[in-house]
């Protein structure tokens, strides 16, 4: 027999705001990595390993475009750039589609 809980968390407004803020920072970090690799894919370069991802987000927090990204844990951002394997590479057809890329 399997055993299961249910939690609800209630965060307080301090915690609500570090919430977002490191889910947002996520995205950001993931939807950059993907844009990165589809491109790279586009011009026929090789795959972006998950080494070349992390440097280039290591340079982005140092642009003062991104300086904000260093005001979450590292392990989100990291997180979400593993995540990324998961995605599949999305290409467009010459019609303008979405489709999926293995």
């Known amino acids: 027999m399997r055993l299961r809980y249910s939690f609800r968390l209630y965060p307080t407004p301090v915690q609500q705001q570090a919430l977002a803020r490191a889910f947002g920072c ?4 993931f939807n950059d990595g993907l844009s990165a690799r589809q491109k790279a894919h586009e011009a026929g370069l090789p795959y972006l390993t998950d080494a070349e991802l992390s440097a280039g987000l290591t340079a982005a927090k140092a642009t003062a ?4 990204l260093s005001d979450v844990s590292a392990v989100v951002l990291q997180q979400a750039q593993a995540d990324l394997n998961a995605a599949p590479l ?3 057809s010459e019609a303008g589609t ?4 293995a």
């Open 90 to 92: 999305a290409q467009r």
């Open 65 to 68: 475009e991104r300086a904000w």
């Open 26 to 29: 996520a995205r950001v970090v």
């Open 98 to 101: 979405l489709r999926g890329a």
